[in-house]
């Protein structure tokens, strides 16, 4: 496919994605009467169900990375080039705060918002490196052994990261920034962001040095 149609591709499943993880939730806020846990419920299986959709559409044209972190690790084992992941990243971030504000309108809220749900703490930061970390072994491992079946391998880590995590598993830095931009049930903080944003990063390179070495082909002795 031409860079052209992938960066298209990129824009488009991101905002896709991030309409989806903010949408559910306000809907799922506004049902669940004020029951946090039915609402979390609500947001888990629409953003699990719209992951795996989106990445078998999407994926054939651009690999459906729609997160800056996994694009580093693609770069990091050479598969796309500095210039080419450098669009990438710009292309998926641009298109989250879309989908943001696009979820906004559906539900009547202002289109520009600002979040403000704290996320702080060191609980959280390690939590969002280790679903990053966790994301990034279930690409590579989906990519390298069952590759037809990656869109729902990552689409059932995150459904469940949402619930083993203290963060609810942003794991993509795109999509936290995107969501400092909505003051409703999925937003965090534009303060929080910065220390989610750093630690999943960090669980991009770990998770590319582990994976790098538990799936390295061993010479015969």
């Known amino acids: 496919m031409s860079l052209t149609r992938r960066l298209a591709a990129e824009a488009l499943g991101t905002a896709l994605l ?15 009467a004020g029951n946090e846990a039915v609402a979390l419920l609500a947001n888990t299986l629409a953003t699990g169900a719209g992951l795996v959709v989106l990445i078998t559409i999407f994926g054939p044209i ?19 080039s500095p210039a080419a992941a450098l669009a990438y990243v710009a292309v998926q971030v641009c298109g989250a705060v879309i989908g943001a504000f696009a979820a906004h309108l559906m539900f009547g809220l202002p289109v520009l918002e600002v979040s403000t749900h704290l996320r702080d703490g060191p609980a959280q930061a390690f939590s969002e490196a ?24 990552v689409g059932l880590y995150i459904t469940a990261a949402y619930w083993f995590t203290a963060s609810t598993s942003f794991a993509n830095p795109a999509v936290t920034i995107a969501r400092s931009l909505s003051n409703t049930f999925a937003g965090i903080a534009p303060a929080s962001a910065p ?10 390179l770990l998770g590319w040095a582990a994976m790098g070495w538990l799936t390295k082909e061993e010479k015969p002795a």
């Open 18 to 32: 991030l309409a989806v993880v903010i949408g559910s939730g306000i809907m799922g806020e506004r049902l669940a």
């Open 130 to 153: 280790l679903a990053t970390f966790g994301l990034i072994a279930t690409i590579l491992g989906a990519v390298r052994y069952r590759p037809d079946m990656t869109a729902v391998c």
């Open 62 to 80: 651009s690999g459906a990375h729609f997160n800056p972190a996994v694009t580093l690790v693609f770069l990091l084992r050479k598969e796309i």
């Open 195 to 204: 220390a989610f944003i750093g630690a999943q990063i960090v669980g991009a």
